[in-house]
């Protein structure tokens, strides 16, 4: 056991892991993140997937097929994919740490993110991470972009520069939520900017934001990005409304 251990064992007896999504502590046979009872609810997104936008097919037996959605309209990224459902669980940490300004709960998530292995998605293709933006007015009512504290995780597993500023978010849009793919697209459309076509020319970036819904605006985004130069792009979200 080397020192690191040693001092990790000791904080955990004065401040023993707890399971972000019902604060239980973990148990030491239980896994990092979150207990078992939590575990169980999470909806892990491996099983048959559209290899473009990664919506997964429950009860397919097709296995991966492209979807309705990217057959008419090939969105701009070429690879998105989500670890988990955005139910249970996932549903109710994550706005834990976004709307109840939960740091920690928002730290185990960055980390559990960041150990995932997408089945087939390979970090190494990427030369770049960066976060979607908030809008200055959004960030300073939170206080913090949750897309940020996932893509400094993400940094530092797969050692891949981050860049926070690579993209800006101009306009200050009114939610997306209770609006249907059609009005999320005409929302969002126009809304980024690239702060730097250097650095975005011909770059392989990968976009990180917390929740994919329809795709607008990750899709937006790589737009943008694509535009300014960029080579591929890939959308990684911690989760994604089924
Ligand atoms: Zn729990
Ligand atoms: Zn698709």
């Known amino acids: 056991m080397n020192w690191k251990n040693i001092i990790q064992n000791i904080t955990d007896i004065f401040y023993p892991p707890i399971c972000p999504g019902c604060t239980a502590i973990l148990r030491p046979e239980e896994e990092k993140y979150f207990c078992s009872d939590c575990r169980e609810k999470i909806r892990f997104l491996t099983g048959s997937i559209c290899p473009v936008c990664g919506i997964a097919f429950f009860d397919s037996p097709a296995g991966n097929h492209l979807c309705g959605n990217c057959i008419g309209q090939r969105p701009f990224f070429s690879v998105a994919r989500a670890v988990a459902a955005y139910e249970n669980t996932i549903l109710k940490t994550i706005q834990k740490f976004k709307y109840g300004r939960d740091l920690s709960t928002g730290s185990v998530l960055a980390r559990f993110m960041a150990d995932f292995s997408f089945p087939d998605f390979d970090y190494k293709k990427y030369s770049l991470i960066a976060p979607v933006p908030l809008h200055i007015k959004k960030l300073r009512q939170r206080g913090f972009n949750q897309s940020v504290i996932l893509a400094k995780a993400l940094k530092k597993k797969w050692r891949l520069p981050l860049n926070y500023f690579l993209l800006k978010r101009t306009k200050f849009t009114l939610t997306q939520t209770g609006l249907d793919k059609k009005e999320r697209e005409k929302n969002i459309k126009g809304v980024f900017k690239v702060t730097s076509d250097e650095a975005v020319d011909g770059q392989n970036i990968i976009l990180v ?30 989760a994604r409304v089924i």
Not at 211 to 234: D, F, H, P, W
């Open 209 to 238: 934001d917390d929740v994919y819904t329809t795709g607008s605006t990750l899709n937006e985004c790589a737009k943008t990005l694509r535009k300014a130069g960029a080579k591929e792009i890939a959308a990684l979200t911690l």
